[in-house]
């Protein structure tokens, strides 16, 4: 996976439930690894969800806070 990532240029923002059976935590902590290995700007929250895969399609208040502290944090590089 680090090889695989080693040539992109963009920022990344992984988010994971806990509770998601498709894309399991530990697989984004494999990324978040590889990224981190390949020195990219990488920005992770796990969120302790009991709502499965679907968890992101509902109104979770973490979820949204990590999504809008990521969004603010682009603005605010922006505005600079």
Known sequence: MKAALAQSLA???LVSFTTDWRFAPGRSREMVQALLQN??????AEIDAPHGHDAFLLDDPRYLSA???YFEGIAKEFAA
Do not use: N, P, Q
């Open 11 to 13: 920022k990344f923002f």
């Open 39 to 44: 020195g990219r700007d990488v920005s992770y």
């Open 67 to 69: 999504m809008r502290a």
